[in-house]
T-cell receptor
Framework: SQQGEEDPQALSIQEGENATMNCSYK?????LQWYRQNSGRGLVHLIL?????REKHSGRLRVTLDTSKKSSSLLITASRAADTASYFC???????????FGAGTRLTVKP | DGGITQSPKYLFRKEGQNVTLSCEQN?????MYWYRQDPGQGLRLIYY???????QKGDIAEGYSVSREKKESFPLTVTSAQKNPTAFYLC?????????????FGPGTRLTVT
C-alpha cells in the first residue's frame, strides 16, 4: 500500500518561480526521501530527511518535515525548465524494511 | 540511472505468455527491488530481496515471480496469471538494510501485453 500522498497532483509554474510540493503519510517513519522522475525514466534520489530533523537544504532544494502532522514539503527555488518532472516522496519506517512511495506531483516549469 | 541496467527498454508480448525482465547492478548492493508503475501513479512494490537466495513479497506479488541466485541479478518473471501486466517496471537497489540508504533505480522496462 502507498504510504505517502503528494499534493498537488500537478503544478504548473513559470521559470524563476518557486515550486512547493507537499507529502502526507500515515505511520511513524525513520526517514522521508524525495525522488525525481523524468518522463519514462527511472527515479533519482534528491534528498533525505530523518525523523529527528525539521529542515534540510541541498542547492535549490529545501525540505521540511513535521512529524506531529505527518507531513513534509519540498521547495524548489528559482525553478528552471529543466526541473520539469514528477516528484515523489518515499517513507521508510521500522514496520516494513522497505520504502513506500506516493503517487507523485507532476511539475511543469514553463520557459 | 546509476549502476543498474534493465533490459530491454521496451517489451511486447502476447497474452498468455510468460516474460522475464532483466535487472543487473554493479554497485555491490545487498538489497534489490521490483516496482510497478501505472500511468500517472506512484510505485507499487512487487518483490524485494535483502540478500542472495532470499526474497519477500511486496504489496502486489500475485502473478509475478523472482529469483536471486546472484548478488548482481534480480530477474522478474511476469506470468500469464498476472491479470493486467501492461505497465512500466522499475528495478532498484540499496546498499543494505539501513533505512537511511537511498535507492538507486534502473531506467525501467515498459511492458505491453496484447
Amino acid at each position: 500500500s502507498q504510504q505517502g500522498e503528494e499534493d498537488p497532483q500537478a503544478l504548473s509554474i513559470q521559470e524563476g518561480e518557486n515550486a512547493t510540493m507537499n507529502c502526507s503519510y500515515k505511520t511513524s517513519i525513520n526517514n522521508l526521501q524525495w525522488y525525481r522522475q523524468n518522463s519514462g525514466r527511472g527515479l533519482v534520489h534528491l534528498i533525505l530527511i530523518r525523523s529527528n530533523e525539521r529542515e534540510k537544504h541541498s542547492g535549490r532544494l529545501r525540505v521540511t518535515l513535521d512529524t506531529s502532522k505527518k507531513s513534509s514539503s519540498l521547495l524548489i527555488t528559482a525553478s528552471r525548465a529543466a526541473d520539469t518532472a514528477s516528484y515523489f516522496c518515499a517513507t521508510a519506517s521500522y514496520n516494513n524494511n522497505d520504502m513506500r512511495f506516493g503517487a507523485g506531483t507532476r511539475l511543469t516549469v514553463k520557459p | 540511472d546509476g549502476g543498474i541496467t534493465q533490459s530491454p527498454k521496451y517489451l511486447f508480448r502476447k497474452e498468455g505468455q510468460n516474460v522475464t525482465l532483466s535487472c543487473e547492478q554493479n554497485l555491490n548492493h545487498d538489497a534489490m527491488y521490483w516496482y510497478r508503475q501505472d500511468p500517472g501513479q506512484g510505485l507499487r512494490l512487487i518483490y524485494y530481496s535483502q540478500i542472495v537466495n532470499d526474497f519477500q513479497k511486496g504489496d502486489i506479488a500475485e502473478g509475478y515471480s523472482v529469483s536471486r541466485e546472484k548478488k548482481e541479478s534480480f530477474p522478474l518473471t511476469v506470468t500469464s496469471a498476472q491479470k493486467n501486466p501492461t505497465a512500466f517496471y522499475l528495478c532498484a537497489s540499496r546498499m543494505g538494510q539501513d533505512l537511511t540508504y537511498e535507492q538507486y533505480f534502473g531506467p525501467g522496462t515498459r511492458l505491453t501485453v496484447t
